[in-house]
C-alpha cells in the first residue's frame, strides 16, 4: 500500500467514525433535554426549556432551565422512559408515549383519605382543591372541600396517568472528570469550581469557596458519593477542602521628613554663600 492509499484509508476510517452513531447504553450518564406532559390533559409537568415553560403557563422563576443531566439504565427514571433512551442516539429527537404502569404507577386508592378542616384552619392553611399540603408528615394534594371534611389524595400527582415525552440526548461524555461534573449537577445543582483528580478508582475533590458553607452540598453529598460508586465504581473518594489566609495589603510607605542639614544641603548654591558675596543678579532670585 503506498503513502497516498494508506492517508486515504486513514481518512475515510475518521470519517466513518464521526457518523457512526453514538448509542445511549445502560449506566451512561448523558445530558438531556427534553419536555414532558400528561397525555390525555396536555399538562406540562415538567421541562427543561424556559420558552415552552413559558408557552405552557408554567415557567418557574427558581428553577434552572437548560439540558439536564441523567443516568440511564439504573432504575433512576420511569421504566417506559429509560427502555425508549437505551434505544436512543445521541443528537436525534425521540417521542415516547408512557402508560401509567411504566411511569408512576396505577393510582391507589386506599392513599385518598377525609380528614376534618379544622385542621388545615389549626396550621392557618385555608384548603382548597389542587392545594399541595403536608399531612402526617407527608405531601399529599386536596381533591375535593366540603362542609367540614377535605379529601386528600397522597398518590403521586403522576399515578394512574399516561405520560408524554419529547427529549434529545445532546451528550455522553466518556472521560471520568466529565461524567463527574455531571453527577454534581444532577445531586447539587452546579458542578462549577469543582476541582476532579482522579486515578484508577480513587477519586480526590476539591470543594469550591461557596461550597465549604452551603447547607444544601452536606445534605447532597451522600447522594453524590452514591451515584460515584454506581455509575463509575469509585471505592475511595475524598473531598479536599481548603483555607487559606488572605494576604495583608501593605500600606504605602510615608516619606519621611529629612533632617535640617540635608535640607540645608539641598539649598540652592546661591543661599550658601554670605551676604556679601552675593551678587546683584543673586539677591534678585532670592526675593
Same mark, same amino acid.
Given at each position: 500500500?503506498?503513502?497516498?492509499?494508506?492517508? /486515504?484509508?486513514?481518512?475515510?476510517?475518521?470519517? /466513518?467514525?464521526?457518523? !457512526?452513531?453514538?448509542?445511549?447504553?445502560?449506566?451512561?450518564?448523558?445530558?438531556?433535554?427534553?419536555?414532558?406532559?400528561?397525555?390525555?390533559?396536555?399538562?406540562?409537568?415538567?421541562?427543561?426549556?424556559?420558552?415552552?415553560?413559558?408557552?405552557?403557563?408554567?415557567?418557574?422563576?427558581?428553577?434552572?432551565?437548560?439540558?439536564?443531566?441523567?443516568?440511564?439504565?439504573?432504575?433512576?427514571?420511569?421504566?417506559?422512559?429509560?427502555?425508549?433512551?437505551?434505544?436512543?442516539?445521541?443528537?436525534?429527537?425521540?417521542?415516547?408515549?408512557?402508560?401509567?404502569? #411504566?411511569?408512576?404507577?396505577?393510582?391507589?386508592?386506599?392513599?385518598?383519605? $377525609?380528614?376534618?378542616?379544622?385542621?388545615? $384552619?389549626?396550621?392557618?392553611?385555608?384548603?382548597?382543591?389542587?392545594?399541595?399540603?403536608?399531612?402526617?408528615?407527608?405531601?399529599?394534594?386536596?381533591?375535593?372541600?366540603?362542609?367540614?371534611?377535605?379529601?386528600?389524595?397522597?398518590?403521586? /400527582?403522576?399515578?394512574?396517568?399516561?405520560?408524554?415525552?419529547?427529549?434529545?440526548?445532546?451528550? %455522553?461524555?466518556?472521560?471520568?472528570?466529565?461524567?463527574?461534573?455531571?453527577?454534581?449537577?444532577?445531586?447539587?445543582?452546579?458542578?462549577?469550581?469543582?476541582?476532579? !483528580?482522579?486515578?484508577?478508582?480513587?477519586?480526590?475533590?476539591?470543594?469550591?469557596?461557596?461550597?465549604?458553607?452551603?447547607?444544601?452540598?452536606?445534605?447532597? /453529598?451522600?447522594?453524590?458519593?452514591?451515584?460515584?460508586?454506581?455509575?463509575?465504581?469509585?471505592?475511595?473518594?475524598?473531598?479536599?477542602?481548603?483555607?487559606?489566609?488572605?494576604? %495583608?495589603?501593605?500600606?504605602? #510607605?510615608?516619606?519621611?521628613?529629612?533632617?535640617?542639614?540635608? %535640607?540645608?544641603?539641598?539649598?540652592?548654591?546661591?543661599?550658601?554663600?554670605?551676604?556679601?558675596?552675593?551678587?546683584?543678579?543673586?539677591?534678585?532670585?532670592? #526675593?
Amino acid at each position: 500500500m503506498t503513502e497516498k492509499e494508506g492517508a /486515504k484509508k486513514h481518512h475515510e476510517k475518521e470519517e /466513518k467514525a464521526e457518523t !457512526e452513531a453514538v448509542k445511549v447504553e445502560a449506566g451512561d450518564v448523558v445530558l438531556a433535554e427534553f419536555d414532558a406532559w400528561i397525555q390525555d390533559t396536555n399538562e406540562l409537568f415538567d421541562t427543561t426549556s424556559e420558552t415552552v415553560a413559558k408557552e405552557n403557563n408554567a415557567y418557574n422563576e427558581k428553577m434552572v432551565y437548560g439540558a439536564q443531566p441523567l443516568i440511564v439504565g439504573k432504575n433512576r427514571l420511569f421504566p417506559g422512559l429509560d427502555e425508549s433512551l437505551l434505544k436512543a442516539e445521541v443528537g436525534k429527537e425521540y417521542e415516547v408515549v408512557i402508560p401509567s404502569e #411504566k411511569a408512576a404507577g396505577p393510582r391507589d386508592p386506599k392513599l385518598v383519605e $377525609l380528614h376534618p378542616v379544622r385542621e388545615f $384552619l389549626k396550621q392557618e392553611i385555608e384548603p382548597r382543591v389542587g392545594l399541595e399540603v403536608t399531612v402526617k408528615n407527608k405531601p399529599a394534594i386536596i381533591t375535593a372541600v366540603t362542609a367540614g371534611r377535605v379529601r386528600v389524595d397522597f398518590n403521586n /400527582k403522576l399515578a394512574g396517568r399516561t405520560l408524554k415525552y419529547k427529549y434529545k440526548v445532546i451528550e %455522553k461524555p466518556t472521560k471520568p472528570e466529565e461524567i463527574v461534573k455531571l453527577l454534581l449537577k444532577l445531586s447539587y445543582g452546579n458542578p462549577e469550581g469543582f476541582d476532579v !483528580e482522579h486515578h484508577g478508582k480513587t477519586y480526590k475533590i476539591k470543594l469550591p469557596d461557596p461550597c465549604k458553607y452551603d447547607q444544601r452540598w452536606f445534605l447532597t /453529598k451522600f447522594r453524590f458519593v452514591t451515584d460515584m460508586r454506581e455509575v463509575l465504581g469509585a471505592e475511595n473518594i475524598s473531598f479536599l477542602e481548603e483555607y487559606t489566609k488572605p494576604e %495583608k495589603k501593605e500600606e504605602p #510607605k510615608k516619606k519621611e521628613a529629612k533632617p535640617a542639614e540635608e %535640607k540645608k544641603a539641598e539649598q540652592p548654591e546661591e543661599t550658601k554663600r554670605a551676604p556679601e558675596e552675593l551678587t546683584e543678579e543673586d539677591r534678585k532670585k532670592l #526675593k
